[in-house]
T-cell receptor, first 114, second 113 residues
Framework: GAVVSQHPSWVICKSGTSVKIECRSLDFQATTMFWYRQFPKQSLMLMATSNEGSKATYEQGVEKDKFLINHASLTLSTLTVTSAHPEDSSFYIC??????????FGPGTRLTVL | DAKTTQPPSMDCAEGRAANLPCNHSTISGNEYVYWYRQIHSQGPQYIIHGLKNNETNEMASLIITEDRKSSTLILPHATLRDTAVYYCIVRVGGGNAGNMLTFGGGTRLMVKP
């Protein structure tokens, strides 16, 4: 079946540094990928839609200059959290839709900013 | 996308059937009902989806009412590993790769020995 991977699975960084998270569709191509954020005991919130070869679309309230998204190929999207602060600590999850429109989610990346 | 309403939590005894309800009274004719679950600290996992007919796969059964305003996910023999948050999501289906999923609060299912 379709699989989406994320790397790293967890990361701890110092405040002010940048962190890159990769999302890969392993056995299918995805022109569109999605990035979600989940805080403890809350549901997933869509952050942005990543489009291959074009600019990402950000949800209201999400700073595009802080959360940089690059969708350079049909199987890879990256999310870079720039100048991370403790309030950016969260569980970041990506997803990609198969050709049939089924959303496949990655395992998530837990970011802790000290 | 149509909004869904689910009970925030449910308990189920191990080995018994778990029936998780979902209301989606404003569903449109071209919207499917999708069910995903999220085990703690993991990404959501697809379970099943349907348009208007009942569906069954190796994980679960999906019962959709005739008016499509509500549905029930059935886990026939719940195990401890089925403890998770279950999300019912209504969305236009098909091959449109650009459609994202909008998550509500879900139902936290606790399977107890």
């Amino acid at each position: 079946g379709a699989v989406v991977s994320q790397h790293p699975s967890w990361v701890i960084c110092k405040s002010g540094t940048s962190v890159k998270i990769e999302c890969r569709s392993l056995d299918f191509q995805a022109t569109t990928m999605f990035w979600y954020r989940q805080f403890p005991k809350q549901s997933l919130m869509l952050m942005a839609t990543s489009n291959e070869g074009s600019k990402a679309t950000y949800e209201q309230g999400v700073e595009k200059d802080k959360f940089l998204i690059n969708h350079a190929s049909l199987t890879l999207s990256t999310l870079t959290v720039t100048s991370a602060h403790p309030e950016d600590s969260s569980f970041y999850i990506c997803s990609a839709n198969t050709l049939r429109g089924l959303a496949v989610f990655g395992p998530g990346t837990r970011l802790t900013v000290l | 996308d149509a909004k869904t309403t689910q009970p925030p939590s449910m308990d189920c005894a191990e080995g018994r059937a778990a029936n998780l309800p979902c209301n989606h009274s404003t569903i449109s004719g071209n919207e499917y009902v999708y069910w995903y679950r999220q085990i703690h600290s993991q990404g959501p996992q697809y379970i099943i989806h349907g348009l208007k007919n009942n569906e069954t796969n190796e994980m679960a059964s999906l019962i959709i009412t005739e008016d499509r305003k509500s549905s029930t996910l059935i886990l026939p023999h719940a195990t401890l590993r089925d403890t998770a948050v279950y999300y019912c999501i209504v969305r236009v289906g098909g091959g449109n790769a650009g459609n994202m999923l909008t998550f509500g609060g879900g139902t936290r299912l606790m399977v107890k020995p």
